[in-house]
């Protein structure tokens, strides 16, 4: 379902972050976008936040059961594997020896990230 309208919306009283150079970060939090999701549909917080959370509970299943989740319009998400390799304790400079790994991976659609490159135009 599209909601039509949607911006996300930040509160100021949300810590923000300085990150490298001179940008800002504003960060949204879970419970920012089911206030913003039950301010748009008119549900209730609570129904509004067992459905975000069943939305992210699935995401979660799938991915560890392998599954590759596709969301037409926002991106993907699938599990990768890191190899093992060698890396180095900087305190002590010996090797260290990392094993492999699954990691979850989201790719942006090409449609939000031209969302996200317009409104920073």
């Given at each position: 379902?599209?909601?039509?309208?949607?911006?996300?919306?930040?509160?100021?009283?949300?810590?923000?972050?300085?990150?490298?150079?001179?940008?800002?970060?504003?960060?949204?939090?879970?419970?920012?976008?089911?206030?913003?999701?039950?301010?748009?549909?008119?549900?209730?917080?609570?129904?509004?936040?067992?459905?975000?959370?069943?939305?992210?509970n699935?995401?979660?299943?799938?991915?560890?059961?392998?599954?590759?989740?596709?969301?037409?319009?926002?991106?993907?998400?699938?599990?990768?594997?890191?190899?093992?390799?060698?890396?180095?304790?900087?305190?002590?400079?010996?090797?260290?020896?990392?094993?492999?790994?699954?990691?979850?991976?989201?790719?942006?659609?090409?449609?939000?990230?031209?969302?996200v490159?317009?409104?920073?135009?």
């Amino acid at each position: 379902m599209r909601v039509s309208g949607f911006e996300p919306k930040f509160v100021a009283h949300r810590p923000v972050r300085r990150t490298r150079g001179f940008s800002l970060e504003r960060t949204m939090t879970k419970a920012d976008l089911v206030e913003e999701i039950s301010r748009i549909t008119g549900l209730n917080k609570k129904d509004t936040s067992i459905i975000v959370n069943e939305v992210i509970n699935n995401i979660c299943r799938a991915l560890a059961d392998g599954d590759k989740v596709e969301l037409r319009g926002f991106g993907s998400f699938k599990v990768k594997e890191r190899r093992a390799r060698q890396a180095r304790n900087p305190r002590t400079g010996d090797g260290v020896q990392v094993p492999a790994k699954l990691v979850p991976f989201f790719k942006a659609s090409n449609e939000l990230k031209s969302r996200v490159n317009d409104s920073n135009a």
